[in-house]
């Protein structure tokens, strides 16, 4: 898989529930992080995590960095229909710290 | 609060035509950046901008890419000599210092060549 892919490729969830989305990666990263994208609109950084850190949390959102497996998990907690977006993992790089980005999670919360 | 405002917000242009897309990134943001976003498809990095030059650049920002500042609050994005497939959504983006941190995104420029 290529450098920052996210599973599953879409997700759709009653309003209420949890929603976890995972993100892999192959190369060494200097920091991971999350953005929302509501369709045709710009992207909004969620949350930022280094390669130090394990847990994160902003929120409903709470973000795991397991550096050893190379993959990281973004959990919405008792979601909304306004969480209804695509959700998108990028990578910094240590080399360069470029972002390369994941091909994204489409998540769909029915009311 | 300040944001990244981008325009045109949609732009048809035909074949083998210049293009600009226009930014105006966060005042106080060191580095600046493009990207593209083919319809459904993932973000792709075009080229990142401090100091006033180019500091990374991905291998789809070829010749026919430019980039430039040319005051002290827009960063430009030029196509010279548009193809269809350059058909997607660009954004521009800024961040506070470095490139690895969190980037804020303007809403985007959705170019159609026909």
């Known amino acids: 898989s290529q450098q920052g892919e996210e599973d599953p490729q879409a997700l759709s969830i009653q309003e209420g529930e949890n929603a976890t989305m995972n993100c892999s990666y192959k190369?060494?990263?200097?920091?991971l992080q999350w953005y929302r994208q509501n369709s045709g609109r710009g992207l909004v950084h969620l949350i930022l995590?280094?390669?130090n850190e394990r847990e994160k949390h902003s929120g409903r959102l709470r973000v795991t960095l397991d550096t050893s497996k190379k993959s990281s998990s973004l959990l919405i907690t008792a979601s909304r229909a306004a969480d209804t977006a695509s959700y998108f993992c990028?990578?910094?790089?240590?080399?360069?710290?470029?972002?390369?980005w994941g091909a994204g999670t489409k998540l769909i919360i029915k009311p | 609060e300040p944001e990244v405002t981008q325009t045109p917000s949609h732009q048809v242009t035909q074949m083998g035509q210049e293009v600009i897309l226009r930014c105006v990134p966060i005042?106080?943001?060191?580095?600046f950046y493009w990207y593209r976003q083919i319809l459904g498809q993932k973000v792709e990095f075009l080229v990142s901008?401090?100091?006033?030059?180019?500091?990374?650049k991905s291998e789809i920002f070829d010749d026919q890419f430019s980039v430039e500042r040319p005051d002290g609050s827009n960063f430009t994005l030029k196509i010279r000599s548009t193809k269809l497939e350059d058909s997607a959504m660009y954004f521009c983006?800024?961040?506070?210092?470095?490139?690895?941190?969190?980037?804020?995104f303007g809403p985007g420029t959705r170019l159609t060549v026909t």
């Open positions: 995590i280094r390669s």
């Open positions: 005042s106080n943001h060191l580095y």
């Open positions: 190369t060494s990263i200097n920091n």
């Open positions: 983006a800024s961040s506070v210092w470095r490139q690895g941190d969190e980037q804020y």
């Open positions: 990028a990578t910094a790089m240590d080399s360069n710290y470029q972002l390369i």
């Open positions: 901008f401090y100091n006033n030059e180019i500091s990374e």
